[in-house]
Nanobody
Framework: HVQLVESVGGFVQDGGSLRLSCTVASRRTFSRSVIQWLRQSPGKQREWVGTINTTGITKYKDSVKGRFTISKDNAKNMVYLQMDSLRPEDTAVYYC?????????????????WGQGTQVTVSS
């Protein structure tokens, strides 16, 4: 069983910074997890923000490249989303998800787990 708990989001001014964290509670080896951050704004579909894989390689949505950074602390079972130069259009509920299958099982939909979501509001 895998549980994800996100930190509380916040309210920041345009151009400000905020760091979200996501703690993954599981008996499975955290370093094997592929973590994604997604977000959902009112009236819009949930969209992918970025991913960090098992080797620490990251990928980002074009609109957040150079502003957002995902990192992983395998010793603490935590993942971070550092958000700098925030814009009003970054306002959304942010979710972390972990793809963490049991040993010997494939990555994919069956073993993807979600955090509860946390609100980030950027004012202009």
């Amino acid at each position: 069983h895998v549980q994800l708990v996100e930190s509380v989001g916040g309210f920041v001014q345009d151009g400000g910074s905020l760091r979200l964290s996501c703690t993954v509670a599981s008996r499975r080896t955290f370093s094997r997890s592929v973590i994604q951050w997604l977000r959902q704004s009112p009236g819009k579909q949930r969209e992918w923000v970025g991913t960090i894989n098992t080797t620490g390689i990251t990928k980002y949505k074009d609109s957040v490249k150079g502003r957002f950074t995902i990192s992983k602390d395998n010793a603490k079972n935590m993942v971070y989303l550092q958000m700098d130069s925030l814009r009003p259009e970054d306002t959304a509920v942010y979710y972390c998800s972990a793809d963490l299958p049991p040993m010997g099982r494939p990555y994919g939909k069956e073993y993807i787990y979600w955090g509860q979501g946390t609100q980030v509001t950027v004012s202009s």
